[in-house]
């Protein structure tokens, strides 16, 4: 027992400190660091400070401003959203298990705040469609059904435009008997005209996708000057991350996005817009060092209006129906990118103001065809940065990206405690062995290795 505990200690040590990318900035970068599309000055336009410290152990702020959360294994809707609105730092550890949610919380107006997790921290929701159900809507053929026109009215009285979400609300009904179909809220957080908001080290574990117009893992809607680093999502209801009317200036860094075997269908993973008829101006966005993976089908992301710098992210979602996505009155500047083995759709565009793609992108499956061209004027961002060579960014981003900070992360995976029993919950089922040094290793490597374990 005694050298069971002494492991124990050393393996969360070489997970507290296991060294991140060199390409890493661990700062706020990009455009949630800017207040204009056009000022290149040298000095931020813009200080992101979230609550006065986005790092683990917190320091610089007063203990009275920070609030460590453990879960206690039932619904901590009310507990974390009141901890949100009272404190300025908000440190979830997961070392007790996970944070069950049983709808999405709504924070409204808040700014100056940081959500940082710690020792694998997970937020999940607490509904994901039963084997039972997902048989039903294979027998009733909803996967082959319209998702553009022939609806109805369902039994609650509601009207619904699309045959296949139509259809697939209506089985739910009959089988559940949630006529006010309190499920659809089941995801994580929803931020409307918040800002100054830092989100790091989090997993958001959903119900599954599933074609009934529900809710995001995480959305902004009016939000502006956020970021968002190394969290992982995974399995959102509609989107795992949507950006939507009128946020603006925020970057999404270091995170990952994918889907389990719970999801059903709509795995389309980031929307920024919501519609055609979005605001122009709005919307200027960072996607860096990010990577869309395993069951990613649509938008990575698709976006209109606002200007969106994807840098050095990738793609390894094979059989995917489209991965960027530039549309209406979008510019895009799209620069060092990795699109891995099997990913053939890694872009289209339909009404895009301008795409400038860079030399520095790689696609493995470009085959006989010839590399996206970019037309209108040229996409340029309002900040310094550099491009990493897309050759590293397999191993770079694979190795990094997601909630691999501060203890159990995706990948160190030395501690994982739950408080559910429900396995569907987990995206970390490959064994993953790390060398002495924190470092990522395959099976054959000599030498002493460490093996994800789980406490």
């Not at 089941?186 to 809710?215: A, Q, T």
């Not at 719970?262 to 993973?269: A, I, L, P, V």
């Not at 030399?359 to 037309?375: C, I, K, Q, R, W």
């Not at 030395?414 to 089922?429: E, L, P, W």
Request: charged share 15%; proline share 2%; with cysteine.
């Amino acid at each position: 027992m005694m050298l069971r505990s002494i492991v124990s200690v050393v393996l969360l040590s070489l997970c507290l400190t296991m060294a991140g990318s060199t390409y890493d900035q661990q700062r706020p970068f990009g455009f949630c660091t800017r207040s204009s599309r056009s000022d290149g000055g040298t000095q931020y336009s813009y200080e992101v400070t979230g609550g006065g410290c986005y790092v683990y152990p917190v320091t610089g702020v007063s203990s009275s401003r920070v609030v460590t959360l453990t879960a206690t294994g039932s619904d901590m809707k009310t507990a974390v959203s009141n901890a949100i609105r009272d404190y300025d730092v908000i440190v979830f550890d997961g070392s007790q298990g996970d944070f069950i949610i049983s709808s999405s919380i709504s924070l409204n107006n808040l700014r100056d705040k940081t959500l940082l997790g710690i020792n694998g921290a997970r937020l999940c929701s607490s509904w994901h469609a039963s084997q039972e159900i997902i048989d039903a809507l294979n027998a009733a053929g909803v996967p082959r059904m319209s998702g553009s026109g022939g609806g109805g009215t369902l039994s609650n009285g509601r009207y619904v435009s699309e045959e296949a979400e139509f259809n697939t609300r209506q089985i739910i009904i009959n089988m559940t008997g949630d006529t006010k179909e309190a499920y659809r809220s089941s995801g994580i957080l929803s931020l409307k005209s918040c800002e100054n908001i830092i989100i790091r080290n989090l997993k958001f574990v959903g119900p599954g996708s599933i074609d009934v117009g529900g809710s995001d893992l995480l959305s902004f809607n009016g939000t502006k000057n956020c970021w968002v680093d190394h969290c992982d999502f995974a399995d959102g209801m509609d989107g795992n991350f949507d950006i939507t009317q009128k946020s603006d200036f925020n970057t999404v860094s270091w995170c990952t996005f994918s889907y389990t075997e719970r999801s059903y269908m709509h795995q389309n993973t980031n929307l920024i817009g919501s519609s055609d008829n979005e605001a122009t101006g709005f919307l200027n966005t960072t996607f860096a060092f990010n990577h869309w993976g395993r069951n990613c089908r649509a938008r990575m992301p698709m976006a209109r209006v606002g200007k969106i710098h994807m840098l050095n992210n990738l793609f390894t979602s094979t059989g995917c129906g489209s991965s960027v996505n530039p549309r209406k009155n979008s510019e895009f500047l799209i620069e060092g990118n990795y699109w891995g083995e099997g990913v053939k759709h890694y872009y289209s565009q339909s009404g895009a103001v301008a795409v400038t793609w860079g030399a520095g992108n790689h696609v493995t499956e470009l085959g006989g065809t010839v590399m996206p061209a970019s037309f209108g004027a040229t996409v340029s961002v309002p900040y310094y940065y550099s491009v990493a060579e897309s050759s590293v960014i397999p191993e770079e981003v694979g190795q990094h990206a997601g909630a691999t900070l501060y203890g159990a992360g995706s990948h160190t995976g030395f501690i994982r405690a739950r408080a559910t029993t429900d396995d569907a919950h987990d995206t970390d089922a490959a064994e993953l062995r790390y060398s002495l040094s924190g470092q990522r290793v395959d099976g054959n490597v000599p030498g002493i290795v460490i093996v994800k374990s789980v406490k």
